[in-house]
Nanobody
Framework: QVQLVESGGGLVQPGGSLRLSCVASGTIFKIDDIGWYRQAPGKERELVAVITSGGNRNYADFVKGRFTISRDNAKNTVYMQMNSMKPEDTAVYYC???????????????????WGQGTQVPVSS
C-alpha cells in the first residue's frame, strides 16, 4: 500500500509564505513525476507544479516566480515553497505522485498515480 501525506498547510496572510511537504510511504520502488495540484471552492482541480525524476520542473503560469518545487529522493518527499501568496491561492493543495511499486512495474513503465488527502491553505488577512 502507498500513502501520500501532506503537511504545512494553514492560514497565511497575503504577501506571506508557506512551505508544503508531502511524504510518500509504503511499497515504493521508484517515484517518477511528483507534484502539487490545488482545488479552490467551486473550481476544478488544477496543476500547480510538478518535478520529474530527473529534476525538471514545470509550473502553472499563475505561480511562476512565486512558488518553487523541490524533491528529496532519499526521503520520498516533495516540497513546495510558496512566496508572495495571494488570496486567489486559497485552495486545498493535493500531493500527486506517479510511482512504481516494484521492478516489474518500472521495467514495463507501468506507473500508478496516487493522491494525498489534501491540506487547506487559506490566504486571508
Amino acid at each position: 500500500q502507498v500513502q501520500l501525506v501532506e503537511s504545512g498547510g494553514g492560514l497565511v496572510q497575503p504577501g506571506g509564505s508557506l512551505r508544503l511537504s508531502c511524504v510518500a510511504s509504503g511499497t515504493i520502488f521508484k517515484i517518477d513525476d511528483i507534484g502539487w495540484y490545488r482545488q479552490a471552492p467551486g473550481k476544478e482541480r488544477e496543476l500547480v507544479a510538478v518535478i520529474t525524476s530527473g529534476g525538471n520542473r514545470n509550473y502553472a503560469d499563475f505561480v511562476k516566480g512565486r512558488f518553487t518545487i523541490s524533491r528529496d529522493n532519499a526521503k520520498n518527499t516533495v516540497y513546495m515553497q510558496m512566496n508572495s501568496m495571494k488570496p486567489e491561492d486559497t485552495a486545498v493543495y493535493y500531493c500527486n505522485a506517479d510511482l512504481f511499486r516494484n521492478f516489474q512495474e518500472w521495467r514495463r513503465h507501468m506507473a500508478e498515480r496516487y493522491w494525498g488527502q489534501g491540506t487547506q491553505v487559506p490566504v486571508s488577512s
